[in-house]
């Protein structure tokens, strides 16, 4: 989240937008840098911060400007698992979300979920995360 000179938030896109400037800037003098965004819901925050993560996926991916949409490389979601909801209370959304977007024309929004990180058997993190196609499980034991 950046904000301007008036400490007002800037828009989504316009941060896409200083990203994508700053990029081009570096890879005049590196041609072979890239830069790709993961998309972060904090957990902790709560379901409508999560969502709005996922609307910015929806955002970036669907904006006219593809030189923007390929900053986002998917979705991830974060924080302690004995402490925050299971993936399961984000389910629904994060699926809509996969259906909406085609990010970098893989027709399919890549998840990154952190999860595995609890002693209590009982757990359902890994399953879900699994059963939503994670591309990859962060700190599971």
Do not use: W
């Amino acid at each position: 989240m950046l904000f301007d000179d008036n400490r007002n938030q800037v828009p989504f896109i316009d941060e896409l937008r200083i990203i994508r400037a700053i990029v081009d800037e570096l890879q005049v003098n590196t041609p072979h840098f890239d830069f790709k965004l993961v998309l972060t819901g904090l957990k902790i925050v709560g379901k409508q911060h999560v969502d709005k993560m996922l609307r910015h996926v929806i955002e970036g991916n669907c904006t006219e400007d593809k030189r923007l949409a390929e900053l986002i490389a998917g979705f991830d979601m974060v924080n302690e698992e004995d402490y925050t909801s299971e993936i399961s209370v984000f389910a629904e959304e994060i699926l809509t979300t996969k259906q909406m977007v085609d990010i970098n024309n893989s027709h399919d929004m890549p998840c990154f979920f952190h999860c595995g990180e609890t002693h209590n058997r009982n757990g359902q993190n890994i399953h879900d995360a699994i059963l939503l196609g994670t591309k990859r499980i962060g700190h599971g034991f």
